[in-house]
């Protein structure tokens, strides 16, 4: 099974702040994988999908990229409603398998 | 418009076969490359993949409960159905459901809203 590890864990960053958040894969996974934003109480938003692919609605803000195993998820510029919970998947083969999420805090 | 909703039992015991059903709207199961998959999130924790069922009826599990989880499809009512044997506390979490459009190449874009399992005595 592929592992996904995500770093950091948590990150306190302010608005207009640029951060990265990086997602490892245990093995190659080409380009198949998606970010996710996840708020308490709310189902989990595609972000990204295929490493850099904007997902419709998205606000370009958010910047994906990397191949193989080492991925990247920036936010050009924090805004208030971008503190949540990002989580990296991969799909390129079964078990599919999620990162263990990065907490952006205020 | 597409919704997905996850109905089932909120409360259940240990040992006990927990049955989740999804039902969705605006899009069809059958139609070609369509995929949905089931995921969950324990409380505090991550979110974990559980199965995918594929227009086609290909099914794939995650290792870890490809003994205890059966997916299931009736495209007739746009329902897909998890089953999972055995229950125990640790598998207490919000359960999702979720489409796969092979239009962006099998990510996941819509979530139902989730429900709460609890598994206890």
């Known amino acids: 099974d592929i592992q996904m590890t995500q770093s950091p864990s948590a990150l306190s960053a302010s608005v207009g702040d640029r951060v990265t958040i990086t997602c490892r894969a245990s093995?190659?996974?080409?380009?198949?994988l998606a970010w996710y934003q996840r708020k308490p109480g709310k189902a989990p938003k595609l972000l990204l999908y295929?490493?850099?692919n904007l997902q419709s609605g998205v606000p370009s803000r958010f910047i994906g990229s990397g191949f193989g195993t080492e991925f990247t998820l920036t936010i050009s510029s924090l805004q208030p409603d971008d503190f949540a919970t990002y989580y990296c998947?991969?799909?390129?083969?079964?078990?599919?398998?999620f990162g263990q999420g990065t907490k952006l805090e205020i | 418009q597409v919704t997905l909703k996850e109905s089932g039992p909120a409360l259940v015991k240990p040992t006990q076969t927990l049955t989740l059903t999804c039902t969705f709207s605006?899009?069809?199961?059958?139609?070609?490359?369509?995929?949905m998959s089931w995921i969950r999130q324990p409380p505090g924790k991550a979110l974990e993949w559980l199965a995918r069922?594929?227009?086609?009826?290909?099914?794939f599990y995650s290792t870890s409960l490809k003994t205890r989880v059966t997916v299931s499809k009736d495209t007739s009512r746009n329902q897909v159905v998890l089953t999972m044997t055995n229950m125990d506390p640790v598998d207490t979490a919000t359960y999702f459901c979720?489409?796969?459009?092979?239009?962006?190449?099998?990510?996941?874009?819509?979530w139902g809203q989730g429900t709460l399992v609890t598994v206890s005595s």
């Open positions: 295929m490493a850099s």
């Open positions: 998947q991969q799909y390129s083969s079964h078990p599919y398998s």
């Open positions: 093995q190659s996974v080409s380009n198949w």
């Open positions: 605006g899009f069809s199961l059958n139609t070609n490359g369509m995929r």
């Open positions: 979720a489409r796969m459009p092979m239009a962006i190449a099998g990510a996941i874009d819509y």
């Open positions: 069922i594929d227009w086609d009826d290909d099914k």
